[in-house]
């Protein structure tokens, strides 16, 4: 049905493939390189179910252009969030992604709303030069009823590498930046709402590869009077994006003291009781804002 929409409409095809992510993902990948004005998607039900395609990532996806000069403009959706589903339904390995990123190898971004992930995915498509595309999507931001966009939104603009939200106040008067990447924006946006908090303002890194100084720098000179900076993150802190954004913010932020919010370190990315799920949540919510 879906080919006779309209004239002159392209191909729309649906294909069974066996259970197998490295296998499928193979396919893709070398589907993307013989196709490169396509957008070609592979979509994971959770994100960690990019795990059994491990070695298709690690051998080609991040390392074809250096090793074969071959280009590929592949896109991963690989769902990200801890949302209290358990270990396995919670994290697509985003560390890993930003271990393998160098060169400008990879694009890795975590886009919180409709017109980001439009534009994103335009932006893969329109671009001359091809690069493989992590998009980590929050399977919770489907429902959520401020991840909206407006038809405005969808039919101007482009993507935004960095989003700023300081709540109303005045630059002057932010004395606190809060550094994030992800769903957890809205969680620490509500919190701060709950609160009644003024003088903090929320970074978004909707792109966290290629990192671009610039990004952040941009968002300090604005706010002339800040005195702390907090990273804060829902994964472990030997997962997530922690040890690859923090050092980098350290660099940037000079003599601004930067503070660092995230689970404890674990072995596991995420507990399977919803219960602890909410404690642990709320607890990041205190770290970062302090004591309600």
């Known amino acids: 049905p879906l080919a006779h929409l309209a004239p002159n409409l392209g ?20 589907f993307s390189f013989d196709y490169p004005d396509g957008l070609v998607i592979w979509e994971a039900q959770f994100g960690d179910f990019v795990n059994g395609a491990q070695v298709i990532v690690d051998q080609f996806l991040s390392s074809s252009e250096d090793k074969w000069k071959r280009l590929s403009g592949l896109t991963l959706f690989l769902p990200h969030g801890f949302e209290g589903q358990g270990p396995e339904h919670s994290s697509a390995r985003l560390e890993r992604f930003l271990e393998l990123a160098a060169e400008d190898n990879l694009q890795i971004v975590q886009p919180t709303t409709p017109a980001q992930l439009f534009h994103v995915l335009r932006r893969q498509v ?34 935004a590498r960095v989003l700023v939200d300081d709540g109303d106040s005045p630059a002057p008067a932010i004395d606190t930046l809060l550094f994030c990447t992800g769903k957890l924006f809205y969680e620490l946006d509500e919190e701060r709402r709950q609160r009644g908090m003024k003088g903090l303002a929320i970074v978004r890194l909707e792109q966290l590869y290629p990192w671009r100084d610039e990004d952040v720098t941009k968002v300090v000179a604005k706010y002339p009077h800040v ?15 922690c040890r690859f954004v923090t050092p980098r913010l350290r660099r940037l ?32 919510m205190a770290a970062a804002f302090g004591p309600a």
């Open 11 to 30: 191909d729309f095809r649906v294909y069974d493939s066996p259970l197998s992510e490295a296998a499928v993902l193979g396919f893709e990948l070398g």
């Open 227 to 241: 005195a702390a900076a907090v990273w804060v993150q829902e994964e472990p802190e030997n997962m997530g994006a």
């Open 253 to 284: 932020l000079g003599k601004l003291p930067l503070a660092t919010v995230a689970r404890p370190e674990g072995a596991s990315p995420a507990t399977g009781s919803y219960r602890a799920h909410v404690i642990e949540q709320r607890a990041i």
């Open 126 to 159: 329109l671009r001359r030069w091809r690069k493989p595309l992590v998009v980590l999507t929050p399977k919770s931001l489907l429902r959520h009823p401020r991840a909206t966009s407006s038809l405005d939104d969808l039919g101007s603009g482009d993507f």
